[in-house]
């Protein structure tokens, strides 16, 4: 069973950073895409960033380019999205979701998915 385990929201002035985590079990890690996406109240889902780690394939929307940066920890199957020069517009539910695709596309499924962590900036 793929198991997906996100954390490190919270709240946050703006102009400064979080570090989220996603702890991944259930599928061969390096070789998959990890991806977070956020959704904000009255918003569609909107993908952030991906990576799958093996290959150094990593994708941003450019809403974050610049600002936020995805990494994997293979030895501890983990996935963090660094965020900094956070702005209230970055203010959702970051969710974490893996699929066993071993590339990086909005276009790919993402079949599995944890549970959300809230990330609020004030302003």
């Known amino acids: 069973e793929v198991q997906l385990q996100a954390s490190g929201g919270g709240l946050v002035q703006a102009g400064g950073s979080l570090r989220l985590s996603c702890a991944v079990s259930?599928?061969?890690?390096?070789?998959?895409?990890i991806a977070w996406f956020r959704q904000a109240p009255g918003k569609e889902r909107e993908g952030v960033a991906c990576i799958v780690s093996d290959n150094d394939d990593t994708v941003y929307s450019d809403s974050v380019k610049g600002r936020f940066t995805i990494a994997s920890d293979n030895a501890k199957n983990t996935v963090y999205l660094q965020m900094n020069s956070l702005k209230s517009e970055d203010t959702a539910v970051y969710y974490c979701?893996?699929?066993?695709?071993?590339?990086?596309?909005?276009?790919?499924?993402?079949?599995?998915w944890g549970q959300g962590t809230q990330v609020t900036v004030s302003s």
């Open positions: 259930g599928l061969t890690f390096g070789n998959s895409a």
């Open positions: 979701a893996a699929d066993r695709a071993p590339f990086c596309s909005w276009r790919v499924k993402f079949d599995h």
